[in-house]
């Protein structure tokens, strides 16, 4: 494992625990260059998938995408980190239990929305503004309305 610190190829483990979902394997590496200090997550990876962007283009899934993107929405916010992880990773798992291989952007961001919408209602608001690509003020109203968060967004006017 390539050193985040220095670049030496090698790297020492020096101590490996599962995470605490289960779903990672957590190690703690030193680098014999530099001596510096690291951790790094070993995931079980059950089949590759592809995701179809909306314009036709195809690009590797990247979970770290993922959890930057919920991430975003959740910032400032008073969500627990491991509740995102955990969410991330009941995505993951429901993206390679469906059996495909190329999957649409669509559903994934679809899948991020409805967990994000039982988690937060401001980070789903969030997501969903970049998501459905909302221009205007109005855009926002309507979800709102169509969502039934139209009373949240009145009483904190």
Do not use: W
């Not at 494992?1 to 599962?18: I, N």
């Not at 394997?25 to 179809?52: D, N, S």
């Not at 999957?103 to 209602?121: F, Q, T």
Request: aromatic residues 6%.
């Amino acid at each position: 494992m390539r050193c985040p610190f220095c670049g030496h190829m090698e790297s020492q483990v020096k101590d490996s625990r599962p995470s605490e979902d289960g779903a990672a394997i957590r190690r703690r590496r030193l680098c014999p260059e530099c001596g510096g200090r690291f951790t790094t997550f070993e995931r079980v990876q059950l089949r590759e998938l592809t995701i179809v962007k909306r314009s036709g283009r195809r690009s590797p899934f990247d979970r770290e995408k993922l959890v930057r993107s919920i991430s975003i929405a959740t910032r400032k916010r008073p969500v627990d980190p491991e509740r995102v992880e955990r969410m991330v990773n009941g995505i993951v798992r429901q993206l390679e239990s469906q059996g495909e291989t190329e999957l649409p952007s669509s559903a994934v961001g679809e899948m991020v929305m409805k967990a994000l919408k039982s988690l937060d209602d401001v980070a789903y608001v969030r997501y969903a503004s970049v998501y459905r690509d909302f221009r205007e003020t109005s855009d926002f109203a309507k979800f709102l309305g169509a969502e039934g968060l139209s009373d949240v967004a009145d009483d904190e006017l």
